[in-house]
């Protein structure tokens, strides 16, 4: 598994999200949408990652679609491949968030998942 930048990558984004939220009382001019998120009701964030899952289910529905027919399909993010990825990027932003806001750490999501095996 081509791992390498995952991990790292996570860890930035998490320092980044967690800078958001120590700032996020003083970052009310809309210039982050990580403390937008962090500053409203816990629905906001709850509505938002129900809707990212929704819209990777329905890329990878299309993305099925495409295959089953020999293609890759197209979207405005690339192809079909391109256009999932893209929307599992936004559903792990936004649950990283609704980590944040609930104090829950990658740590524990790691041992959670390593349990599980």
């Known amino acids: 598994m081509d791992s390498e930048k995952f991990g790292p990558v996570i860890s930035q984004l998490w320092e980044t999200i967690e800078q958001r939220k120590a700032h996020a009382a003083t970052l009310t001019d809309g210039s982050s949408y990580t403390a937008e998120l962090l500053n409203a009701s816990p629905d906001k964030i ?14 990878a529905k299309e993305y099925e679609a495409a295959r089953s027919l020999g293609g890759e ?5 690339g192809t079909g491949h391109d256009h999932l990825v893209y929307e599992i990027g936004d559903l792990l932003y936004h649950i990283l968030v609704m980590c944040a806001r609930w104090d829950i750490s990658p740590n524990e ?9």
């Open 46 to 59: 709850n509505k938002k990652i129900a809707e990212e899952a929704a819209e990777v289910i329905m890329a």
């Open 73 to 77: 399909g197209v979207s405005e993010y």
């Open 109 to 117: 999501l790691a041992i959670e998942l390593e349990n599980r095996f």
